[in-house]
């Protein structure tokens, strides 16, 4: 089969590599579609350090059951599916806690082991779950990062009437939004530099988007504020912005040895409750069910398509940040 191989960091290519045979309790997945996400860029990068090479990246992704190992239970030859692409171990103190995406021995499909950026990818059968049949697979690769997201809305307090600010408007932030919308919020705001991507969000129903929070007129604050870029200055910015009592959300990724300031005090006197988000937890079945009501506005998300052969284009225009979602389809 095809596959893009990453040997080693910055170093990339499509190759021809054995297809794989499923092993007890796996399944074999024929691709149809997979996403680009920030980890995959760090991966060819060489900046993301669980990452063993050479190595198939691809962990967003969906496609057709072609073959299963022994004792593959839950799914059948013929079912498309969307994959969960963690890995816990299962023994060590997290994932006996029921916390298994701080697992002390964390993996995933395509960031650890070989992904789908590939005509063929194996998996756990038990990672698999059946698409309603109106989702076609390139909805079904979204549900990934959507799982996510519903990961960190069980973490924040959720209430009806509550007021949400949202920095970034790139593939999660945009997916914050529309499930605030659907968790009954009073309003969203969105704040990022890029005028196209504020466009989007108020397609997707944002009561404001905007370059800067103060250009709001919010003075008290808001109960919700969820940092999605992944940048120093808007998440120090975001924190300044909570309103007394509320709670502030990273779920942007930044660099390990990056640094905010933050002011203690008001941490204390404002009884600010900060929260982390990371990755898939209990979440990617309710982000199927979410994705098959349409909560998802999934056709605005994706806008890119590509082959494998296109992958380095792929990876401009994900830099460029003229997209939103871009997807490979093997």
Known sequence: MRALLVEKPGQFSIESVPDPTPGIGEAVIRVDAVGICGTDIHIVEGE????????????????????????????????????????FCGRCHYCAIGRGNLCENWGAIGDTVDGAMAEFVKVPAANCYRLPGHVPSAHGALVEPLSCAVHGFDVLPRQLGTHYLVYGAGTMGLLMLQL?????????????????????????????????????????GWE??????GTIAAMEDGLSRVRRGGTYQQFGVAPAAARAE????????????????????????????????????????ITHDFSLHEFADAVRTFRAGTGRKIQLHP
């Open 180 to 220: 605030a919308i659907a968790a009954g919020a009073a309003s969203v705001s969105v704040v990022d530099t890029n005028a196209d991507r504020l466009a989007v969000a108020r397609t997707l129903g944002a009561d404001a988007a905007t370059i800067s929070a103060d250009d709001l007129d919010r003075p008290q």
């Open 48 to 87: 993301f350090p669980p990452t063993p090479y050479p190595i198939v990246p691809g962990h967003e992704f969906a496609g057709e059951v072609v073959a299963l190992g022994a004792d593959a239970a839950g799914v059948r030859v013929g079912d498309r599916v969307a994959v969960d692409p963690s890995l």
């Open 262 to 301: 933050i002011s203690p005090f008001r941490i204390y006197n404002d009884e600010i409750t900060i929260v982390g988000s990371m990755a898939v937890l209990h979440s990617f079945g309710r982000a199927v069910d979410l994705m098959g009501e349409g909560v998802i506005d999934a056709e605005t998300m």
């Open 224 to 229: 919700v504020v969820i940092e999605c870029s």
